[in-house]
């Protein structure tokens, strides 16, 4: 289906790709610099049959959002790092019961309140790990304003799909950056809504959770008239049940991490730039990418065998894709607005003797290209592992 050509910010992008996907509940509260997505919210939800509403604080917003998504509805929010700190109790409820969500985070310059309207990329560990406990969870993030709209549609999708929370890692820079976009209304094989019962399957034999597979089980909407479906934070068992015993422990830890490790080749998404014959390899994600793909053709214009990986998907991390790079090149700079925490990750899967080094940047610009091609230079001369 043909889209309409707009010349928007990807703060507005996203919150087109989350309409176009089915979303129609907003609970938040504002904080730059993704306050644009509540604002565009409070006034495209109403006209497609949804609703926002402006919360007291992130830690109600993220409660606000649970409960409508049992209520069958996709549900959204949008903040930045000092939001989903508030919001992480709750975020662990919605990976022990399984509710599906979006959660935004334009990534601003930390930590606390730090410099709420400069770029950085600071909250990747945040995401995967926020949550406390042995947990899983999906992250996917964009690096331009089309991508705000497409990977938007993909994390609601993958909500549904696997029945989990999933985030949305933007950042100052693409959240506020204009760009040509093309809005399209979606085919309604593009849109992913949860699971439901089958109709053979009867009242008495539902059961809310399953834990025997790396897939969840069909989700009504509690209070449905056919179906009982219960939840807890606390361990519980198929029916919802409180099960705190060994066994079920064990299973159920188990489930929601394979559930989403144990499909990453379903969930992972990269994007590749050549890479057949690259000698070097920038591996980025996010505003990042940007300024990598400039030093790429900066180098390549010059004769230089320099291809990238931008990583869409940053939680799972795409292990194959990563390690296809690194077992290939001699040498990976990973240019990124934090101290160095995609670095480490790929540094895990560094079994081939390549060169990993960082570019970055901490002080509320943006990286440069030249800044990425120095750091290059210098690991060239000085062999840095």
Known sequence: MRGEKRFIEGNIAIVEGAIAAGARFYAGYPISPSSEIAEYSARLLPRVGGLYIQMEDEISSMAALLGASVAGKKAYTATSGPGVSLMQENLGLGIM???PAVIIDVQRSGPSTGAATKPAQGDLMQARWGAHGDHSIIALSPASVQECFDLTVCAFNLAEKYRTPVYLLADETIGHLRETVTIRELEPDEIVSRKQPAEDVGPEDFRPYRYDGIMPEAMPPFGSDR?????TGSTHDEKGEFRPVPENIHRVTHYLTDKIEK????ICMTKGWYLDDAETAFITWGCATRSALGAMEQ????????????????????EKEIRSV????????????NLGQAAGEIRKFNDYGCKVVQANRVDGILISPEQIIRVWK????????
């Open 97 to 99: 019961s399984e509710i």
């Open 227 to 231: 179906y009982l479906s219960r939840t």
């Open 263 to 266: 499909n990453a080749e379903d």
């Open 299 to 318: 180098l390549r214009a010059r004769g230089e065998k320099v291809g990238m990986l931008q990583l869409q998907t940053v939680w799972p991390m795409p």
């Open 326 to 337: 690194l077992s290939s090149v001699k040498t990976v700079v990973v240019p990124e607005l």
């Open 378 to 385: 210098e690991a060239e001369q000085h062999g840095e592992l």
